[in-house]
């Protein structure tokens, strides 16, 4: 029996702050993101319709709260990100990330420091694409074929060239799993939003075990992860160390990070 081509959409964006970065996203088929996609619109016309007016989720903005959230209250913040977190807990959608430690990255790679987003975005672009890899290899359909979806910023070229530089690195043997990558924006591409929800609860947690050592997950982070396929990794000053030693290479079945359950 001929058996459909399975194609998958990774939709990613990154969080930062002085001390950690993260780029995170989901990985699912087209049925998944469309459905996803309807309820999420829908969930931010009810907002609109009760005289709150919102053009996107932007978790950094509902946190705050400040820009398009500046007037609501802890109450309706709490329970917008609830409803669309509902949202994505009926999705068969699974979780890819990867952080790094950037005050270790420009101590490790001191010419890293003029720009160091740069140097991670490159790094965890690249980790998420192994490890997406790896988890496609070992599923009923290691044929499927992946799409990468990220949100537009200064910083595409580098998202595209860490892209490249692992799709045709003929070491790696996995590039053809990928056929293509492209910078969105969120007017276009509305699965953007909730890679948004997920680097900002990803990359606090991050923040969190870096500056405090705790591992303690923001509750909206929880459920986001419960019940479904989670891969999160994050790079600390001993594997930067260890990258530094082998020369930036990569060993590719395995990567290089020590893995985190998130």
Not at 47 to 72: M, Q, T
Not at 215 to 232: D, E, F, I
């Amino acid at each position: 029996r001929n058996e459909v081509l399975l194609v998958l959409t990774f939709h990613g964006d990154e969080s930062y702050d002085p001390t950690a970065f993260i780029f995170a996203g989901w990985l699912g088929a087209q049925k998944e993101w469309e459905r996803t996609e309807a309820q999420w619109v829908k969930r931010l016309e009810f907002e609109r319709r009760n005289g709150r007016p919102l053009s996107r989720f932007h978790a950094a903005d509902c946190e705050k709260p400040s820009g398009e959230y500046k007037y609501w209250t802890k109450e309706q913040t709490t329970n917008h990100v609830t409803k669309l977190v509902d949202i994505i807990q009926r999705r068969a959608l699974g979780i890819f990330a990867a952080g790094v430690d950037l005050r270790a990255l420009v101590e490790v790679y001191p010419g890293d420091a003029k720009d160091p987003i740069a140097a991670a975005y490159d790094l965890c672009v690249r980790q998420v694409m192994i490890d997406i890899a790896r988890g496609i290899k070992n599923s009923i359909r290691p044929d499927a074929k992946i799409t990468i979806l990220f949100d537009r910023s200064k910083y595409n070229g580098v998202v595209e060239r860490a892209f490249d530089k692992l799709k045709y690195d003929p070491q790696w043997g996995h590039g053809s799993m990928f056929v293509g990558r492209s910078p969105m924006c969120w007017e276009d591409c509305v699965p953007l939003q909730p890679a948004d929800l997920l680097a900002f609860d990803t990359r606090r947690m991050l923040y969190a075990r870096l500056r405090y050592n705790s591992t303690t997950m923001r509750r909206s982070l929880q459920r986001l992860a419960h019940n479904r396929p989670v891969k999160g990794r994050y790079f600390d000053r001993a594997m930067l160390e260890r990258l530094k030693q082998m020369g930036q290479a990569y060993r590719h079945e395995e990567g290089l990070s020590v893995q985190e359950d998130v």
